[in-house]
Each structure stands twice: as structure tokens, then as C-alpha cells.
């Protein structure tokens, strides 16, 4: 007797499987869905995502019935495979739940370790980069949905969730009075978040965004994201606060502006930041050990050119150039592209199996300066230790830099839960 076929939310990509398609839904949308529904088949959610996920679940199964003549794979049985396969993931929804929230412009889920670590279901997410929505998944267990510009991706967005998070990029308004309103945002991401919000009435916002917005197109920028937020979405906001990664637990110097809200029903009036916690951590305590010499170290010739640049600039004052951070100093902010990786070298003078004979001269340089690794990276970040990339350094670098650092999101994000809690919007247990 042949072995039951066995399904797989991969298999929503299978090239055949989509030529028998006729729906002008992408293939995302449709992992996305799929996900979404295993993942909220026990709360009252997944009703939302239940009659589109069925529908392709049954087409999955009845193409894998008809055209690879399997041994049948019965509806039942794909959905309890299914299931065990997103909810088999590191980070799965948390068993008991006290709040929901809407993870937007994910990248690899900063914010929902957070939120989750804080008793939080997430009911929606959406990430369009290809490399990105895989270490979510792979984390996870679900696919975040696509463009979150699209008429069809708001569309999924469930009613009722209590808290919308993301750290959306920043862009500049075409203002045209004195005093950037809604409409004067169309056209940008942020017009998109408040577009939800407006749509969705959450009880509570929490924004990231780069240090820089503050003084972004002379200030105005955030002076309309907060008219809008405040006027007219009606959400009291504080003023928004800069938070440096290293007052949470983390020795990388990472400051970015924090925007809170909570819809002004609830009676909050006033809202008080996280106190930093102040913990010494410095670059030692996340250092790896055993780093591979020829994939982190710098060539010979590649720190000649570093050392050249930096002595040419040195009279300039700009900053420009490489930084050596020792064991017991903390990182530069990572970032993604403007050498981000050359301000946070290291010197690894362990480097045990250094052999100039057996080393192409210049591979690695003899005084083990080095790249940092994605893994101290994800250190940096506050990222737990079984946080998982399915993807390349190359990726994993980018992900990790375009990421927030969890320990001071889950910070504030606290700050928003017990406020919350105390004006009842969401039930205490
Ligand atoms: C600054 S990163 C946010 C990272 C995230 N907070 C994390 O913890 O990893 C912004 C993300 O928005 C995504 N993005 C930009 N435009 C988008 C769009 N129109 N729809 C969906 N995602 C988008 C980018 O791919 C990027 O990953």
C-alpha cells in the first residue's frame, strides 16, 4: 500500500496547481490566507479567513487527487497536516491570548515576538518582501500578506483587533495648506496605516519609525502624522518619544522615535514612556565564539582600502569610516546598506586555525578584525536565541538591520498593555 501523499502550505506555490487557477488572486495571498486561518481556527477570527482558506484547501487536494494520482489525501487529513506544520514553529501562537493586534510592514516580526510575549494574538500581518516573509513563516507559521497599498490585501484585514503596530517607512507629504491633513498624505505608507486605522477604530497605535522623522522636511512630517492621528483620526497621542535600544538590555546604540495612540472613547488622557531599564550589557556578553575565519573576516586588501578611506577622511570630520568596537563597548546602530557592517567591527584575536600557507594570501587578515555575525546581530536586536533564518547572510543581515530592537519595543508595548487594562479596553487575567 503506498504511504498517504502528504500536503504542504508549499505546495500553494506549485507551479501546476496554479495554472489550473482562474482566480486573479496571487499565490501569496493565497499562503497568506491559508496561514492566517490555521492560525486563528480556534478564536472567533478565523471565521474571517475560513470560506476563501477552504476553498483552496479543497482545490489543493483535489488537484493532488486528479493529476498526481496519489494515494488520496482526504480534506480532513490535509487540514490536521497543515495545522501541525504552523503551528511546528518556534514562535506559535501563544495558549492563552488577552489582546489582539495587526502586525504591519513585519519585516521578520520584531513587534510580534514582542506582542506576543506580552500575551498578544496576532490576527493579521503583511510583509511583500519575498526574503523576509520566509524567516516569518519560518518562525511564525504564517505568511504575511502582500502590498499593503492594495484595495484586495486591506480587504483581509479582520474587524475588532485591539492594537495596529508597524514601523512603516517614511516619506514626504505633498502638504498644500499650513497644516498637513489625511488627504494631504495620500499616496505615501502612512497614509495606508491611518487609512486602517480610520477604517478599523483599534483601541491602541504603536509606530516606529527612524529617529530622523522627527526633523524630517523641516518637522513637518511628523507635525501631520500627529495632526492626523490626533484631529482627525481622534486618537489621543503623546508626544512621540526617542528610544535608545541600549537603555533595554541590548549594547547597541539604536535610536528611534516611538509613536503611541489610543482612541479617545477609552478615557486615556495620559501616557508615561518606559522607564530604561538600564542593565550593563556590553559587546562581550553576545560575542560568538567559533567564528569561521574565511566567511567574517576581512581580507587583507579589503582593510587596506578601509584603513585608506578612513585616513583620507580623517582631517573631514564626517564620521566616515570603519569603527572597531572592543569587548567591552557597545554597537554602532545596525543598519542596512551605508556601511553598516564596517562601524561594527570586532577584533577576534582567538582566531585558532589561522594558516597562511593553507589561506589564499589575503583571505582573511592576521589580526582577526571581523565582520560581526548575523547571530551577534540577532543578539543586538534582542532577538531570543531560537530565532531562526532560513535564508542567506546577505538576507539575514538586511532583515535583522531593517528590524526594531524587541526588548525596548516590548518596553513600551507593556506601557500600552497596563494602560489598557486599567481603562478596560482590554480584560485583565
Ligand atoms: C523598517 S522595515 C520594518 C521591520 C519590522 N518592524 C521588523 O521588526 O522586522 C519596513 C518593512 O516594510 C516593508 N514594506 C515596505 N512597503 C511595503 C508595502 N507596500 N507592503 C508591505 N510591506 C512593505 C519592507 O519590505 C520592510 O520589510
Redesign the pocket.
Known amino acids: 500500500m503506498k504511504l498517504k501523499e502528504k500536503i504542504s502550505i508549499e505546495e500553494f506555490d506549485s507551479k501546476h496547481f496554479q495554472i489550473k487557477e482562474i482566480e486573479h488572486i496571487t499565490t501569496n495571498h493565497k499562503k497568506a490566507v491559508v496561514t492566517h486561518y490555521l492560525h486563528n481556527i480556534k478564536n472567533g477570527v478565523g471565521k474571517h479567513y475560513k470560506q476563501e482558506a477552504l476553498k483552496y484547501i479543497n482545490q489543493i487536494v483535489e488537484y493532488k487527487q486528479q493529476e498526481e494520482n496519489s494515494s488520496i489525501v482526504a480534506e480532513p487529513d490535509a487540514m490536521q497536516q497543515l495545522l501541525f506544520e504552523v503551528e511546528d514553529v518556534a514562535f506559535p501562537t501563544p495558549e492563552k491570548t488577552k489582546f489582539t493586534f495587526i502586525d ?8 510580534r515576538i514582542a506582542m506576543q510575549n506580552l500575551g498578544g494574538k496576532c490576527v493579521f500581518t ?4 519575498e526574503q ?1 516573509q520566509k524567516t516569518y513563516r519560518a518562525n511564525f507559521g504564517e505568511v ?1 500578506f ?4 492594495k484595495e484586495e ?1 486591506k480587504n483581509f484585514i479582520p474587524d475588532g483587533f485591539d492594537i495596529i503596530c ?4 517614511c516619506q514626504a507629504f505633498s502638504i498644500a495648506g499650513k497644516r498637513g491633513g489625511f488627504e494631504d498624505t495620500r499616496g505615501t ?1 502612512f497614509f ?1 496605516v491611518a487609512e486602517i486605522i480610520k477604517r478599523k477604530r483599534p483601541k491602541a497605535i504603536f509606530l ?1 519609525n527612524v529617529k530622523g522623522l522627527r526633523n524630517h522636511n523641516g518637522g513637518r512630517t511628523l507635525e501631520t502624522i500627529l495632526n492626523v492621528l490626533r484631529n482627525d483620526l481622534d486618537y489621543f497621542v503623546p508626544e512621540p518619544q526617542i528610544v535608545n535600544a541600549k537603555n533595554f538590555g541590548v549594547p547597541q546604540q539604536r535610536e528611534r522615535i516611538y509613536i503611541v495612540g489610543f482612541r479617545k472613547d477609552l478615557g486615556i488622557t495620559e501616557f508615561e514612556y518606559a522607564e530604561p531599564t538600564n542593565t550593563e550589557v556590553r559587546f562581550i556578553d553576545i560575542r560568538e565564539e567559533e567564528v569561521v575565519p574565511t566567511k567574517y573576516y576581512l581580507s587583507t586588501q579589503y582593510l587596506q582600502t578601509l584603513i585608506n578611506h578612513k585616513e583620507r577622511h580623517a582631517n573631514k570630520g564626517n564620521g566616515f569610516g570603519y569603527a572597531i568596537i572592543p569587548d567591552d563597548g557597545i554597537a554602532n546602530a545596525i543598519v542596512v546598506g551605508g556601511m553598516g557592517r564596517e562601524r561594527n567591527l570586532v577584533i577576534d584575536n582567538r582566531i585558532t586555525d589561522f594558516n597562511p600557507t593553507t589561506h589564499i594570501k589575503g583571505t582573511v587578515n592576521r589580526e582577526g578584525i571581523r565582520k560581526m555575525t548575523p547571530k551577534e546581530w540577532k543578539r543586538l536586536q534582542g532577538y531570543p536565541e531560537d530565532y531562526y533564518f532560513p535564508v542567506a547572510d546577505a538576507s539575514a543581515y538586511k ?1 535583522l538591520g ?3 530592537a524587541v526588548p525596548a519595543i516590548q518596553a513600551t508595548a507593556n506601557q500600552i498593555i497596563k494602560l489598557l487594562e486599567k481603562y478596560h479596553g482590554i480584560k485583565s487575567k
Do not use: M
Request: hydrophobic share 35%; proline share 7%; aromatic share 14%.
Open positions: 504591519l510592514f513585519a519585516g521578520i516580526g520584531g513587534f503583511s510583509e511583500w518582501d523576509a504575511p502582500g502590498d499593503i497599498t490585501t508597524g514601523g512603516f517607512p505608507l495606508d516606529e532583515q531593517n528590524s526594531v
